[in-house]
């Protein structure tokens, strides 16, 4: 069916690698982004997500052999070479422990954090749903998006900049000290509201999970900031489809940044999504394409769509492996051929298999399909 190994964990490294980088090189200017299209790019972001998500082989993939270097090294991480009391692990085994434990560390930290969030709106933050300006902000929404939902509002003290909060109890977060005229809150909550639309809260913690889970991956940081920044510029693009909205649009923009620039708190940045993206360049590129609306990608764009898209799977039918002892060969002019009147292996309880060859232990391995297929398989009971 399929196989989940430190191989293929690092075939999927390699190819989301290849994907986000070929997808930052289009997003580090607003001319490529313009040219290529930030759907195209959040599509080859969103395959090189996809590819972390899913590590395996499946039993179509070819196998290309390493050069001898790559091969030293792979058997060095996962022979089981290291004794702990009666179980043989391997460096790979050692890792996995430390994988893990860092992911339910950073699970604990992430927890921690939203609890702590949490607190602070419900100790600190003041229900205004019902303050008639925001009412009358929001009623206007409710009518534009034919929708009878009103997400609550609370004013929060620490805040710098509004914000969308919570997946199981949505609320929009404003800071508690605010002069926003009615246009000003007119685009925060369009804004925030097309957030809570296109579930882009959930869509952020799935990508949080999957960055807790490679918490190892340094890349991992500039792929969250592109994921915030995609989530803006989405949304910015579904806020402005009348081109007489931009300006006003971008004004309120600029006057959130000036607010977020002098209280300068971004606490709240795993946990929500904020309509004022302060990171350096990043309102800029905003700017850019909010001005320049009329120039749609056509054709470079499926044609990175196609490459990314072969990158994709051309993963999942080829993969780099050291592949086992050539059963042909010889080793000091002695058969080194492993068959059922020579070897035998034994299925541990793990999955695992230790292999024997004349009675002496060979090595242990996650799979026998590069094995023969006659070769004798048994357990610790002894049962064929």
């Keep these: 069916m399929f196989e989940l190994s430190f191989y293929t964990i690092l075939m999927a490294f390699l190819t989301s690698t290849v994907l986000f980088s070929l997808s930052c090189i289009f997003f580090s200017s607003s001319k490529r982004i313009l040219n290529v299209g930030y759907k195209t790019i959040a599509f080859i972001s969103f ?15 070819a196998i290309l052999p390493m050069n ?11 022979q089981h070479r290291i004794a702990f009391f009666s179980i043989r692990l391997s460096i790979w085994d050692i890792l996995l422990v430390i994988w ?5 560390f950073q699970l604990i930290l992430y927890w921690r954090q939203y609890r702590q969030i949490d607190r602070i709106v419900v100790q600190t933050g003041k229900n205004v749903s019902y303050h008639p300006n925001y009412m009358k902000a929001f009623q206007s929404i409710q009518i534009s998006y034919g929708i009878s939902q009103q997400l609550p509002v609370y004013e929060i003290p620490m805040l710098s900049s509004p914000m969308l909060f919570s997946i199981r109890n949505p609320r929009i977060l404003l800071p508690a000290e605010n002069n926003y005229s009615d246009d000003d809150l007119h685009f925060i909550f369009r804004h925030e509201m097309t957030h809570f639309l296109h579930h882009d809260l959930l869509y952020k913690f799935f990508f949080q999970l999957l960055f807790i889970v490679y918490w190892w991956n340094p890349l991992k940081y500039i792929l969250k900031r592109q994921v915030n920044n995609l989530l803006e510029i989405n949304v910015d693009s579904s806020l402005t489809q009348n081109f007489e909205d931009a300006i006003p649009y971008m004004e309120c923009l600029i006057k959130i940044k000036k607010q977020h620039a002098v209280s300068n708190k971004n606490y709240f940045d795993s946990c929500t999504l904020s309509i004022s993206n302060i990171k350096e360049g990043s309102l800029e590129k905003r700017f850019q394409l909010l001005a320049h609306p009329s120039k749609q990608p056509r054709r470079f764009s499926g044609i990175f769509r196609l490459i990314s898209i072969f990158v994709f799977l051309s993963s999942y039918f080829v993969t780099w492996e050291p592949l086992p002892v050539d059963n042909s060969s010889t080793m000091n002019e002695q058969d080194f051929i492993l068959t059922e009147e020579n070897a035998y292996a034994i299925l541990n309880e793990d999955g695992t298999y230790d292999i024997y060859l004349y009675g002496e232990y060979l090595e242990t391995v996650t799979s026998l399909k590069y094995y023969d297929s006659s070769l004798p398989i048994y357990t610790r009971n002894n049962s064929n």
Excluded at 68 to 78: P, R
């Design 68 to 78: 001898e270097l790559a091969k030293q090294i792979s058997f060095f991480i996962c």
């Design 100 to 104: 893990l434990i860092g992911i339910l």
């Design 47 to 61: 395959l090189s997500i996809l590819r972390l998500v899913v590590p395996i082989d499946f039993d179509f993939t």
